[in-house]
Nanobody, 116 residues
Framework: QVQLVESGGGLVQPGDPLRLSCVASLSVVSLYTMGWYRQAPGKQRELVAAITSGGSTNYDDSVKGRFTISRDNAKKMVYLQMVNLKPEDTAVYSC??????????WGQGTQVTISS
């Protein structure tokens, strides 16, 4: 059974950094595009950042320059380094692994709250 488990969420103040981690129990994680999504209360889930098997990255405009996605295939990990956090970044952040249009997996999510 495939599992994606996120960690690193919490309550921080505006301007603080935070790093999210996701461990994926995938046999060949290097084949997957890994992504971080978030869902704020009353809003749809949105893609925050993604990194392909080849290492190409893309970011939502709202986080460009503040968030960095990275992966360590040997450890089966994907990270989201977040700096200069804003209250509007408050959401449940979920890890996603996608092999193709028909094969993908989700973690349960971790809460990130930015408040003074």
């Amino acid at each position: 059974q495939v599992q994606l488990v996120e960690s690193g969420g919490g309550l921080v103040q505006p301007g603080d950094p935070l790093r999210l981690s996701c461990v994926a129990s995938l046999s060949v994680v290097s084949l997957y595009t890994m992504g971080w999504y978030r869902q704020a209360p009353g809003k749809q889930r949105e893609l925050v950042a993604a990194i392909t098997s080849g290492g190409s990255t893309n970011y939502d405009d709202s986080v460009k320059g503040r968030f960095t996605i990275s992966r360590d295939n040997a450890k089966k990990m994907v990270y989201l380094q977040m700096v200069n956090l804003k209250p509007e970044d408050t959401a449940v952040y979920s890890c996603n692994a996608r092999l193709n249009a028909n094969v993908g997996y989700w973690g349960q999510g971790t809460q990130v709250t930015i408040s003074s």
